[in-house]
């Protein structure tokens, strides 16, 4: 809790309150806490529990839950085979007011989306909008059953100034598809960016005109985004 910078009053989403063990010492900083559990059972029993006259229970599956109008943060042992589907719901709308999020998941996955190099597309996407850090590996023998692999605290937190306008984001989405799509595949970096306007965009933000589309930081790639919306207006518009 001291590390996730919880904060009292503020509203904290906690994805997969299981049996409350994050849940108790989360009504423990004062803040109001919403409880988010699918299974039946579980929610319950969280919901009788000494710590439910201090947080709203919601039995529900997050990927179907629509996340708070208000600025929230998020802390939560996400389930390992659903923390990819999470991630995306949790991140892939800007507008959504989430101002940080500490979560434990498994070890691969921090580790790919916390990659420098090589990007995904997911991750060149987010970090648009947000710093993701791999805060904490946690050992396998940490948890209750143990489970098969080791874990991270993956950390993410809202950028102070974005690297690309929000109302952008389905725009920017599609830019950077394409480009780790069939396009990046030819060895062109996005769609409305040609060949030469990459070798002259290459020294000024720092990549090999030559590198492929995994190879750019979320830096590089908001700034060829910028060359493409200057050229083509169309990815401005598609919203």
């Not at 042992?77 to 998941?105: C, E, K, M, Q, T």
């Not at 997911?122 to 710093?131: L, N």
């Amino acid at each position: 809790m001291r590390e996730a910078g919880v904060r009292p009053g503020e509203l904290v989403v906690e994805i997969g309150a299981g049996a409350g063990a994050l849940t108790r010492p989360l009504v423990e900083t004062g803040a109001r806490v919403v409880a988010l559990e699918l299974d039946r059972e579980l929610a319950l029993r969280l919901a009788r529990s000494e710590a439910a006259r201090r947080i709203e229970v919601v039995e529900v599956d997050v990927l179907a839950w629509q996340w708070p109008d208000r600025e929230f943060a998020v802390v939560a042992n996400l389930p390992f085979a659903r923390s990819g589907a999470i991630l995306a719901h949790l991140l892939h709308d800007p507008h959504v007011p989430l101002r940080r999020a500490d979560l434990i998941v498994q070890w691969e996955l921090a580790s790919k989306q916390t990659a420098t190099s090589p990007a995904t597309l997911k991750s060149s996407y987010w970090r648009a909008w947000y710093d993701i850090a791999l805060a904490r590996h946690l050992s396998r023998t940490a948890f209750a059953p143990v489970p098969s692999v080791d874990a991270a605290v993956l950390r993410v937190v809202r950028r102070a100034e974005p690297l690309v306008p929000a109302e952008e984001h389905r725009a920017y989405w599609r830019f950077l598809s394409e480009a780790f799509g069939s396009s990046g595949a030819r060895g062109k970096l996005g769609p409305g960016v040609s060949r030469i306007e990459v070798k002259r965009l290459a020294p000024i933000l720092g990549f090999d005109p030559a590198a492929q589309p995994r190879e750019l930081d979320a830096h590089q790639w908001a700034g060829l985004y910028k060359a493409a919306r200057g050229g083509r207006r169309d990815y401005v518009r598609w919203k």
